[in-house]
T-cell receptor, first 115, second 115 residues
Framework: AQKVTQAQTEISVVEKEDVTLDCVYETRDTTYYLFWYKQPPSGELVFLIRRNSFDEQNEISGRYSWNFQKSTSSFNFTITASQVVDSAVYFCALSDYSNDYKLSFGAGTTVTVRA | DGGITQSPKYLFRKEGQNVTLSCEQNLNHDAMYWYRQDPGQGLRLIYYSQIVNDFQKGDIAEGYSVSREKKESFPLTVTSAQKNPTAFYLC??????????????FGQGTRLTVV
């Protein structure tokens, strides 16, 4: 069985604050992939990052950074110096061999950035 | 204009009616998916198809049907057997359902409401 848990339902911050979104996953497989997607009010999910289980290097892309720790089964996402345009629902997802590599999503975290 | 087109954007259904949601893609992707999104529950997989003329049930297939007669098209029918169809429906594609190429691309969604 696999599972993705995003413990934070909603986060509200003031512009320029940093915000970290937690993601904890469960899988029995050694080969798996983790994803983050952003869903703005328009509804379409936008792909942010894919990380495979053999690459634990943290990644930074502009104001976005990701911290992958296999020891704690976590794949956390940080937005630095948040902006109003970052307001969206963010989903963490997992795909692995046991589930035929289908995506399994967490419940999502709604981020609201106030001006 | 490349991408995934879902139509209509909004759909209203009377109780007891079947309705069909359209999903068309010109990305030449093999795999296509239908997800349902309810508030606070993330995305749940309804059906998926890895190749033309073949599809499999996802986690919540009851009350839904699909077809995959063409690579570009994966329509979803919400039947009268689906007792709680009001939700946001998202279509997605990926180059393949195997291995590393499991990043999914999403359409803009169809919001279905039962009236």
């Amino acid at each position: 069985a696999q599972k993705v848990t995003q413990a934070q339902t909603e986060i509200s911050v003031v512009e320029k604050e940093d915000v970290t979104l937690d993601c904890v996953y469960e899988t029995r497989d050694t080969t798996y992939y983790l994803f983050w997607y952003k869903q703005p009010p328009s509804g379409e999910l936008v792909f942010l990052i894919r990380r495979n289980s053999f690459d634990e290097q943290n990644e930074i892309s502009g104001r976005y950074s990701w911290n992958f720790q296999k020891s704690t089964s976590s794949f956390n996402f940080t937005i630095t110096a948040s902006q109003v345009v970052d307001s969206a629902v963010y989903f963490c997802a997992l795909s692995d061999y046991s589930n035929d590599y289908k995506l399994s999503f967490g419940a999502g975290t709604t981020v609201t950035v106030r001006a | 204009d490349g991408g995934i087109t879902q139509s209509p954007k909004y759909l209203f259904r009377k109780e007891g009616q079947n309705v069909t949601l359209s999903c068309e893609q010109n990305l030449n992707h093999d795999a296509m998916y239908w997800y349902r999104q309810d508030p606070g529950q993330g995305l749940r997989l309804i059906y998926y198809s890895q190749i033309v003329n073949d599809f499999q049930k996802g986690d919540i297939a009851e009350g839904y049907s699909v077809s995959r007669e063409k690579k570009e098209s994966f329509p979803l029918t919400v039947t009268s057997a689906q007792k709680n169809p009001t939700a946001f429906y998202l279509c997605a594609t990926s180059p393949t359902n195997r291995g590393a190429n499991t990043e999914a691309f999403f359409g803009q969604g169809t919001r279905l409401t039962v009236v």
